[in-house]
């Protein structure tokens, strides 16, 4: 059974920085593209970042670009996302998505973990 | 920057149609994707490249492609499909993802 574990979320000042994981098991991870997407207390949802199965290329949505850094590591099953000079827009339930990318025109989310929530306030 | 169009909301009764559109520029070209979130739960995926459903999904969930609009089809709609909907695909650019604004469906 897949399943995907987020934790290190909490509450973070402005300026500040936190450390996401996600403990991925049920599935080889390093056949996967993975992905952050986060979600505002009553918004939509918002996708943040995406990293190749060798961690080669990475992709931010330009909100993001420069404060946060997607990484991974294959032989301990974990992606992780490093977030710095958080901002109180930075809020958000952050979830670890399992990517499929069958095509060049094709990238979605099969699985999902249950969500780390972040609060950045003084 | 791409964006994906939805309703902010749609209403039925038990047992008729919803019809939740997701309009976006690119379409035509890059699949569609629909997710559905109940409270405090996270998203689950109910189509895939713009009309198919994985397993598991019920089949009264359907999804169609036509020009720069997508559609997700709940036929027979239950109080169990109350629930936020939201539509995804990626910019032609590269695997930048861009979600619609979501679509809460409410089951009168």
Redesign the interface.
């Known amino acids: 059974e897949v399943q995907l574990v987020e934790s290190g979320g909490g509450l973070a000042q402005p300026g500040g920085s936190l450390r996401l994981s996600c403990a991925a098991s049920g599935f080889i991870l390093s056949r996967n593209w993975m992905s952050w997407v986060r979600q505002a207390p009553g918004k939509g949802l918002e996708w943040v970042a995406n990293i190749k199965q060798d961690g080669s290329e990475k992709y931010y949505v330009d909100s993001v670009k420069g404060r946060f850094t997607i990484s991974r590591d294959n032989a301990k099953n974990s992606l992780y996302l490093q977030m710095s000079s958080l901002r109180a827009e930075d809020t958000a339930v952050y979830y670890c998505a399992r990517a499929r990318v069958p095509t060049a025109a094709s990238y979605y989310f099969d699985y999902w973990g249950q969500g780390t929530l972040v609060t950045v306030s003084s | 920057?791409y964006e994906l169009t939805q309703p902010p909301s749609v209403s039925v009764s038990p047992g008729q149609t919803a019809r939740i559109t997701c309009s976006g520029d690119a379409l035509p070209?890059?699949?569609a994707?629909w997710?559905q979130?109940k409270p405090g739960?996270?998203?689950?995926?109910v189509i895939?490249?713009d009309s198919e459903r994985?397993s598991g999904i019920p089949e009264r969930l359907s999804g169609s492609s036509s020009g720069t609009t997508v559609t997700l089809t709940i036929s027979g709609v239950q109080a169990e499909d109350e629930a936020?909907y939201?539509c995804?695909s990626?910019d032609?650019s590269?695997?930048?993802?861009?979600?619609?604004?979501?679509t809460k469906l409410t089951v009168l």
């Not at chain 2, 739960?41 to 995926?45: E, F, K, T």
């Not at chain 2, 590269?94 to 979501?102: A, I, N, Q």
């Open positions: 920057s070209k890059q699949y994707y997710y979130q739960q996270a998203p689950v995926l895939y490249k994985p936020d939201y995804q990626v032609s590269g695997p930048y993802v861009v979600f619609g604004g979501g």
